[in-house]
């Protein structure tokens, strides 16, 4: 059963650094990771979507890698900007891939 | 950019009321889901639906809840007999093609769902 954990729960930086926010899960027998992200009381807004031919995926700031042998993909963003602050949300197809299994987020605040 | 529309973005409810939580997914898009969040919890998969039939649903999506799309654009959610414990977020989503989660997922905005 496909089971997905976010490291670190929460993150405050200032704006300017750059981070990496990790993402693992159970089951390596995926074709692709979804990271998302979420403003609060809001939808969910897919980010990207990297095959797990690709290793990595980018979209402009945001760098997605993804490593299916270690159960492993981290989400990187460069240059942090106050409107970079939400919850990330990283996703893995279930066996079937049927569905997606959620991470419980990481909640990114980033100060000016 | 295509959206996916939920109405209403909040409903309140007496509990064991029946409710019904509209979507109207993104035109030509062939695989709708419903997910829900429960605050300070994990985004949860429901239910999928592909070619006018349930594909899958998971423990939560009991004989209490159901799907259907009635008129061939909206896609509806209903809980039968509502519980304190469906107080939460509820998100349809739908994907453009066939490969169900191994595609790109397009979420709406949600319904708060309030069970009193």
């Known amino acids: 059963k496909q089971e997905v954990t976010q490291i670190p729960a929460a993150l405050s930086v200032p704006e300017g650094e750059n981070l990496v926010l990790n993402c693992s899960f159970t089951d390596s027998a995926i074709y692709n990771l979804q990271w998302f992200r979420q403003d609060p009381g809001k939808g969910l807004t897919s980010l990207l979507l990297?095959?797990?031919?690709?290793r990595e995926q980018t979209s402009g700031r945001l760098n997605a890698s993804l490593d299916k042998s270690s159960g492993r993909s981290t989400l990187y963003i460069a240059a942090s900007q106050p409107g970079d602050s939400a919850t990330y949300l990283c996703?893995?197809?279930?066996?079937?891939?049927?569905?997606?299994?959620f991470g419980k987020g990481t909640t990114l605040s980033v100060s000016s | 950019e295509p959206e996916v529309t939920q109405t209403p973005s909040h409903q309140v409810t007496q509990m064991g009321q029946e409710v019904i939580l509209r979507c109207v997914p993104i035109?030509?898009?062939?695989?709708f889901y419903w997910y829900r969040q429960i605050l300070g919890q994990k985004v949860e998969f429901l239910v999928s639906f592909y070619n006018n039939e349930i594909s899958e649903k998971s423990e939560i999506f009991d004989d209490q809840f159901s799907v259907e799309r009635p008129d061939g654009s909206n896609f509806t959610l209903k809980i039968r007999s509502t519980k304190l414990e469906d107080s939460a977020m509820y998100f349809c989503a739908t994907t453009p093609g066939s490969y169900g989660a191994n595609e790109k997922l397009f979420f709406g905005s949600g319904t708060q769902l309030s069970v009193l």
């Open positions: 990297i095959q797990s031919s690709q």
């Open positions: 996703a893995a197809p279930n066996q079937a891939g049927t569905a997606l299994i």
């Open positions: 035109s030509n898009h062939l695989y």
